[in-house]
């Protein structure tokens, strides 16, 4: 399509970067002899649901086409049909939860027909276009729940392995839960009124994997029966942080980090003057290398080096996240003073999401252990009541808050005080 053709689209360097909801579909829209890149489908795609309804820009693209085949001066031989099909299959293979809507997939329908009447070997690739379809929307990508130990052995049996292959499991569970977020998953984040716990289950899951990892390494430090041996808890899981950083597992490195600051260890005092200074100095350096200060500076920087030293790197998921959100508050949708829809904005969310593609897309080298990994996904964690607990059991309440917790705590029966801690 010829930019003159386009009467409100606005280009840069060969980009759109403005133009009106109608021509900006119009660009987007296949005919017999042209196709919008992959790169614009996929910045229009990800972005439109932001000033347009999906549903809206389906139908469009289908009457258009339909305009366009019904065209008396259109050759004979000439066909949109295998370009809208390769259209619809772009769209489905990238955000296959838009067609949980009813009509959108009614609209699907209408233009599988459009397609196999106007030319009858596209059969074969509709009818695989609506089994991927189907095989996306049925398949959830859920792990089996596996009943949690009864054990507080198992919390502490990573004492025995080294922490470089502990960061490296972490690394491989870390990218498995990666791997489970669909495209459509962080857009719907986006969206108030299409948001859904159902559409962003994976999301939720992965930042469930994050509290659960940092809390598995606190009820670690807190488990009851280690005793004299428990500031020795503390400095291996110094060393899984390092060793997270080191190989560009950021998220995990991250997640301990937060396990270690949980306010039930740091009031510790007594034990953190065990802890080997060394190892302290070390996790006093990670500590600064993923500081939220200047908007994640120094983070930002150790994850573009990374990037160039590993096959595999895995985010700060809650910043990438972030960073999302605030492209999308920041930029404004409309250009300022008009009614054309600021596409700059679109290119810079699409850009966040091919930035995610390609952490998804890293392959992990490092050693793998399934027993290891299931063992850390299902080990028995301490609740934040319980944690605080364990806390007080260790070192005496010293606040007067602390004591009224504490207090509390001892005047529950017993079975209600288990139930309320694990």
């Known amino acids: 399509m010829d930019e003159d053709d386009d009467n409100t689209l606005q280009f840069e360097n ?3 970067v403005a133009g009106s909801i109608n021509d900006l579909i119009g660009h987007l829209t296949p005919t017999s002899e042209y196709y919008p890149t992959e790169e614009y489908l996929f910045a229009f795609i990800s972005s439109c649901r932001l000033f347009v309804d999906p549903i809206d820009v389906l139908k469009q693209v289908v009457e258009r086409c339909q305009i366009e085949q019904s065209n008396p001066d259109l050759p004979e031989t000439a066909t949109v049909a295998p370009h809208l099909l390769l259209f619809i299959l772009q769209w489905t293979e990238t955000f296959p939860n838009d067609f949980n809507r009813p009509v959108l997939m009614e609209k699907l329908h209408e233009a599988r027909r459009f397609c196999q009447n106007l030319d009858p070997t596209c059969s074969r690739g509709c009818n695989r ?9 049925t ?7 596996v009943p949690k130990s009864e054990s507080w052995d198992d919390v502490n049996f990573v004492r025995d392995i080294k922490p470089e292959l502990i960061a490296a499991q972490l690394t491989h569970i870390e990218l498995d839960f990666l791997n489970n977020i669909s495209c459509d ?15 962003c289950l994976n999301v939720n899951k992965y930042v469930n994997w ?17 005793g004299g041996a428990r500031h020795l808890t503390m400095e291996y899981y110094m060393d899984v942080a390092v060793a997270c950083f080191s190989v560009g597992n950021f998220n995990s490195a991250m997640s301990v980090l937060a396990g270690l600051s949980q306010s039930s260890i740091t009031r510790l005092h007594k034990l953190r003057e065990k802890v080997d200074k060394n190892k302290a100095d070390h996790l006093a350096t990670l500590e600064k290398q993923m500081s939220p200060s ?7 920087a150790a994850l573009k080096n990374a990037l160039k030293q590993h096959t595999c790197v895995i985010p700060f998921f809650t910043l990438l996240v972030k960073d999302i959100h605030t492209t999308c508050e920041i930029k404004k949708t409309k250009v300022e003073g008009t009614e054309l829809i600021n596409f700059e904005k679109c290119w810079e969310l699409s850009g966040h999401l091919v930035e995610f593609q390609k952490y998804q897309s890293g392959v992990c080298d490092l050693q793998s252990d ?7 996904l299902v080990a028995k964690i301490l609740t934040e009541d319980g944690m605080m607990f364990s806390s007080y ?30």
């Open 14 to 16: 060969g980009k759109v």
């Open 129 to 137: 276009l609506i089994q991927m379809l189907d095989n996306r929307l």
């Open 139 to 145: 398949d959830v990508k859920t792990k089996k729940k």
């Open 185 to 199: 998953e962080m857009i719907t984040m986006l969206g108030k009124d299409v948001a859904s716990d159902s559409i």
């Open 210 to 226: 994050f509290n659960h990892l940092s809390h598995f390494v606190a009820s670690a430090v807190l488990a009851p029966e280690l």
């Open 294 to 300: 200047e908007n994640f500076k120094t983070y930002r």
């Open 370 to 376: 399934g027993n290891i990994q299931e063992d850390i």
């Open 393 to 422: 059991e260790i070192e005496e309440p010293v606040t007067v808050n602390d004591k009224k917790r504490y207090k509390a705590f001892l005047e529950k029966a017993p079975t209600q005080r288990m139930e309320s801690f694990y």
